[in-house]
């Protein structure tokens, strides 16, 4: 059973400071997914990395795509009150037909 | 806007009763996925169908049906429900999962 492990569960910090959200797994994925949900909305794709190493910027964004493409990073660079929400990422793999989720990651940018 | 609509947007049903909620898919994509969130928790994966076939099936209980017509759009039926079947239940489209997958504004049910 392919699983992704997703850390921290929840993040509280100050505008104008850095954090970085991990997601993890010990399986292999054809792609890696980020999405962001706002309260009692859909999620919103944020990025798609496909290659092992891939780096993708989205302005104060930056998603990383591990190597062996089993885990990938999502770092906010100066976040700001904005970035609050529900950071969520999913696997792809080659064979099944369904996304793997992580549990998410909480976060609060305090003004 | 995702492209994928789903109607209607809140319901409000007694126990026991049946619901039909409805999505339309973005134009063009062929998977149709089924979640459900309930408060504070992660994405349940449903269900999936592509092309009007099922492909894959999550923790679907079997009170809950899904189908996808000719015309793409796909309705998830929930039946004899349940308190506990109070949740958001969203929609996604895709046109490959590589490529990742566009939600609808969801359904909010609640079973009172």
């Known amino acids: 059973t392919q699983l992704l492990e997703q850390s921290p569960q929840f993040l509280s910090i100050q505008e104008g400071e850095n954090l970085t959200v991990y997601c993890n797994s010990s399986?292999?994925?054809?792609?890696l997914q980020w999405y962001r949900q706002e309260p009692g909305e859909g999620p919103v794709l944020l990025v798609t990395v496909v290659t092992g190493g891939e780096v993708k910027k989205l302005k104060r964004l930056t998603f990383q795509f591990g190597d062996a493409r089993k885990d990938s990073s999502l770092h906010i660079t100066a976040a700001q009150p904005g970035d609050t929400g529900l950071y969520l990422c999913?696997?792809?793999?080659?064979?099944?037909?369904?996304?793997?989720w992580g549990a998410g990651t909480k976060l609060i940018i305090k003004p | 806007d995702s492209g994928v609509t789903q109607t209607p947007k809140h319901l409000i049903t007694a126990t026991g009763q049946r619901v039909t909620l409805r999505c339309s898919p973005r134009s063009g994509d062929l998977s149709v996925y089924w979640y459900q969130q309930s408060l504070d928790q992660g994405l349940q994966f449903l269900i999936q169908y592509y092309n009007g076939e099922e492909r894959a099936k999550g923790n679907i209980l079997e009170r809950f049906s899904a189908q996808q017509f000719p015309d793409l759009h796909s309705e998830l039926n929930l039946s004899s429900l349940e308190l506990g079947d109070s949740a958001l239940y969203f929609c996604?489209?895709?046109?490959?999962?590589?490529?990742?997958?566009?939600f609808g504004q969801g359904t909010r049910l609640t079973v009172v």
């Open positions: 996604a489209s895709s046109a490959y999962l590589q490529g990742g997958a566009f």
């Open positions: 999913a696997g792809a793999g080659d064979s099944n037909y369904q996304l793997i």
């Open positions: 399986s292999v994925f054809s792609s």
